[in-house]
């Protein structure tokens, strides 16, 4: 039988409206819930039976607290990488400085340039744990993908951030092996730790086993690990945090993530008990959190962490033109479209990009359906070539093809021999370079090429705008901090689950007691 304390009398239970939600936002405070001793009528405070009492909540106590214990964070909060760059060192720096998580974007760019933004990081912040950087699956270019794993080895990177993997390659396992140790207790510890974004099951089951005997073996023979980091690596997942990809800019298989984020759960508690691991991987979300109430959602979901990426285009700190932010700032739920991706082309693989604005969606779209269509370049017809080079390339397949050997000479050559051999592979290279550019177009802010900016947006940007509407974060201007949008994700969170826990109390929240206005927050 449940015991009820009656509280000394006082003025009246507070039931209206304007009650309720002053203890809504009040999240830092106790609030108890009352039942009015005449009427029966839930509410905050004053006489009658004391109900419960809800503990005061802060955002730091949003997801799991072994994700802070293990990264050095305050919040269970990551800004995620956004390639190219856009993801800044400066976005990191302060991202980390906030007590948050922030990964550099380093898919797309050449190893000498990741290397600069590693140096730039290192000086910056020392010996802070709460920072990373992208290691992005590169299919096409295998050797990059492994440069990239020995530069962040080499020069110490708290965590890689594994995104766009399709499979464990020998890259991503070596990052997850080095510098692995037991103590005294047999317990293994992490020199790197790894995350894994993922959005499909079969996917994340290979992330959160430890790693493939023959792959480690190989690392092995090759001097890339010891025995004993191989022998370690065979008892730990690959990585201890895991995040389910919804409906996200960029890369994207468009999942929703409240039907993705309950799987990998369940997936996660399936292996855990098969390898009887000491520890439970954390399994995060991202895609689609632009919002306080996706934020809050997620975390009700169970996520560990959550993820933001497009919302942070528009960011300060964001690499990316003033232009482009803007194109950003106009966009609603339904501004989103996919086109296909520069680095997994031949693939067929998606990316999802802004659509209004812009027609990059639309020529991208055309140049797949030419590669397919047509077995090379030679066999254009001359209306089609004259439609590609005006409509689409905006210069001529010669002039093109002389900037693509420049380009590889230097990256690669063994692309361009390739290409001598292969005429289809030839045409993908060609177009190829208008989709890396294209994203290159709108960082550079070149508004000669405006129709051809490829913006990676998901939907979460058109909940954001209209969230911010008439808010400090919707003025652009130096006035849009990074920082500023987390904070401001995470109190709302906060404030919505308060709402949340009050009204499965039986109290009767107003709808106004949902919705949590921007404002300019401190670190307090």
């Not at 690499?319 to 950003?328: V, Y």
């Amino acid at each position: 039988m449940t015991t009820v304390t009656r509280v000394p009398a006082a003025d009246s239970v507070a039931v209206s409206g304007t009650d309720i939600v002053a203890a809504v936002r009040s999240i830092r405070q106790p609030v108890d819930v009352v039942r009015d001793l005449d009427s029966g009528q839930l509410g905050v405070g004053g006489p009658g039976e004391l109900v419960g009492t809800l503990p005061p909540l802060y955002p730091e106590w949003l997801g799991d607290r072994s994700f802070g214990e293990t990264h050095g964070t305050r919040f269970a909060y990551v800004a995620g990488e956004m390639a190219n760059g856009i993801a800044t060192t400066r976005l990191v720096t302060a991202m980390a400085r906030a007590e948050m998580l922030g990964f550099f974007g380093a898919g797309g760019l050449a190893p000498e340039r990741v290397e600069a933004a590693v140096d730039e990081l290192v000086t910056a912040l020392g010996d802070r744990p709460n920072w990373g950087v992208n290691l992005i699956h590169s299919p096409n270019e295998p050797a990059v993908e492994d440069r990239v794993a020995e530069l962040l080895l080499r020069r110490g990177v708290p965590i890689v951030s594994a995104s766009a993997f399709m499979d464990l390659t020998p890259a991503v396992v070596r990052c997850s092996a080095t510098g692995l140790r037991a103590d005294a207790t047999g317990r293994v510890h992490r020199r790197t730790r790894v995350f894994a974004k993922v959005s499909r099951p079969e996917v994340a089951a290979k992330f959160m086993s430890p790693a493939p005997a023959e792959l480690l073996n190989s690392l092995v023979a090759k001097g890339q690990l010891t025995e004993e980091e191989a022998r370690l690596a065979a008892r730990v997942p690959v990585v201890e945090d895991i995040t389910a990809e919804g409906d996200s800019g960029g890369h994207t298989d468009n999942r929703p993530l409240v039907s993705l984020l309950p799987v990998l759960l369940g997936l996660r508690d399936e292996i855990t008990a098969r390898y009887g691991y000491d520890r439970t991987v954390r399994v995060g979300a991202a895609g689609g959190l632009g919002t306080p109430a996706s934020v809050a959602a997620a975390y009700a979901l169970g996520a560990a962490y959550v993820v933001t990426g497009t919302v942070n285009q528009i960011a300060d700190e964001a690499g990316i033109s003033e232009d482009a932010k803007e194109l950003l700032a106009r966009a609603d739920l339904a501004d989103v479209t996919t086109a296909p991706a520069a680095d997994m082309f031949e693939l067929g693989a998606k990316v999802q990009v802004l659509g209004r604005g812009t027609m990059f969606a639309v020529r991208g779209s055309r140049l797949y359906e030419i590669y397919r269509t047509y077995p090379s370049l030679e066999a254009l017809p001359p209306q089609e070539r004259e439609r590609l080079e005006r409509q689409v390339l905006g210069a001529s397949v010669d002039d093109v093809w002389a900037e693509v050997l420049r380009f590889w000479r230097r990256r690669d050559p063994a692309e361009l021999t390739r290409a001598e051999q292969d005429p289809k592979h030839r045409m993908a290279l060609v177009f190829r370079w208008y989709l890396g550019l294209s994203s290159r177009w709108a960082i550079d802010g070149d508004t000669a090429r405006r129709a051809d900016y490829q913006i990676w947006c998901g939907p979460a940007m058109g909940a954001f705008n209209r969230w911010t509407e008439g808010s400090f974060l919707a003025e652009p201007g130096g006035r849009r901090p990074a920082v500023q949008i987390a904070r401001n994700l995470l109190e709302g969170a906060a404030v919505l689950t308060r709402a949340h826990q009050l009204r499965t109390h039986g109290v009767p929240v107003p709808a106004e007691a949902f919705a949590f206005a921007p404002r300019p927050l401190s670190d307090s």
